[in-house]
């Protein structure tokens, strides 16, 4: 997430100051997990009450472009961006400078491009770390995301939290069931997996029906893929 020109906050938020260090108010958890599905989706911008904080963009985090991002690409000086390590040609990571913000912020903390920031830092979101119960990789984000404070008054609400929650336990604590033993080390990419596969882990799903972790863990892989977050809970595609 970047900085809104102008003053306001990133990644579409709302413009509320962040001033004092009560908790924070994430909102409904369902309305949440949709939106943020959406944005996995590539259908909408998180939309983070980020308030004053800006953490996520002055932390030493590297930004990925993929090559389809082509307005970020467009934006952004050839200077600041390096071939992924590891990935195809044509995937950038956008580093950071000495202090550990991201190049593109100018010295209020703006960025720069935001209307055309990278689609990485369109879906970041950190509450996604309260709602799998995982910590962040970085102290500054780990204590706003601990401020976090969902509304959990539904009872969907209540149970779509669970399986979020289980879904990340599952795909910590059973990593040898997967393929290769292939499962996210980065505990954005755990959290964010544990959203778009919730699904296997709801009452009536397939974690609830007795199968062993083999079976899960495929049905975890065949949702992931979907993308969507949203295939029935016994790994179905989704429609």
């Given at each position: 997430?970047?900085?809104?020109?102008?003053?306001?906050?990133?990644?579409?938020?709302?413009?509320?100051?962040?001033?004092?260090?009560?908790?924070?108010?994430?909102?409904?958890?369902?309305?949440?997990?949709?939106?943020?599905?959406?944005?996995?989706?590539?259908?909408?911008?998180?939309?983070?009450?980020?308030?004053?904080?800006?953490?996520?963009?002055?932390?030493?985090?590297?930004?990925?472009?993929?090559?389809d991002d082509r307005d970020a690409l467009a934006h952004i000086p050839r200077a600041l961006l390096?071939?992924?390590?590891?990935?195809?040609?044509?995937?950038?990571?956008?580093?950071?400078?000495?202090?550990?913000?991201?190049?593109?912020?100018?010295?209020?903390?703006?960025?720069?491009?935001?209307?055309?920031?990278?689609?990485?830092?369109?879906?970041?979101?950190?509450?996604?770390?309260?709602?799998?119960?995982?910590?962040?990789?970085?102290?500054?984000?780990?204590?706003?995301?601990?401020?976090?404070?969902?509304?959990?008054?539904?009872?969907?609400?209540?149970?779509?939290?669970?399986?979020?929650?289980?879904?990340?336990?599952?795909?910590?604590?059973?990593?040898?069931?997967?393929?290769?033993?292939?499962?996210?080390?980065?505990?954005?990419?755990?959290?964010?997996?544990?959203?778009?596969?919730?699904?296997?882990?709801?009452?009536?799903?397939?974690?609830?029906?007795?199968?062993?972790?083999?079976?899960?863990?495929?049905?975890?892989?065949?949702?992931?893929?979907?993308?969507?977050?949203?295939?029935?809970?016994?790994?179905?595609?989704?429609?």
């Amino acid at each position: 997430m970047t900085r809104r020109p102008g003053g306001g906050n990133v990644s579409g938020v709302s413009r509320t100051r962040d001033t004092h260090p009560e908790d924070l108010s994430a909102g409904a958890f369902g309305a949440w997990l949709e939106q943020m599905r959406a944005a996995l989706r590539h259908e909408a911008d998180a939309d983070v009450p980020c308030g004053d904080c800006s953490a996520c963009c002055s932390t030493s985090h590297f930004v990925h472009v993929g090559p389809d991002d082509r307005d970020a690409l467009a934006h952004i000086p050839r200077a600041l961006l390096f071939p992924a390590p590891g990935m195809p040609a044509g995937h950038f990571v956008l580093g950071y400078d000495d202090r550990g913000r991201c190049p593109l912020l100018d010295g209020a903390g703006r960025c720069e491009i935001y209307a055309h920031r990278p689609r990485t830092c369109r879906t970041y979101d950190c509450r996604v770390f309260a709602a799998a119960g995982i910590g962040a990789d970085r102290d500054e984000i780990a204590l706003r995301a601990r401020r976090w404070r969902f509304d959990d008054l539904a009872p969907r609400d209540r149970d779509e939290r669970a399986a979020v929650r289980a879904a990340a336990r599952f795909v910590r604590d059973n990593a040898a069931a997967f393929p290769g033993a292939a499962v996210p080390d980065d505990p954005a990419q755990l959290a964010v997996l544990a959203v778009k596969v919730a699904s296997v882990f709801l009452p009536g799903g397939l974690a609830h029906r007795g199968a062993d972790a083999a079976t899960i863990a495929a049905a975890v892989v065949l949702v992931s893929r979907d993308g969507a977050g949203e295939a029935e809970g016994d790994g179905s595609p989704g429609t």
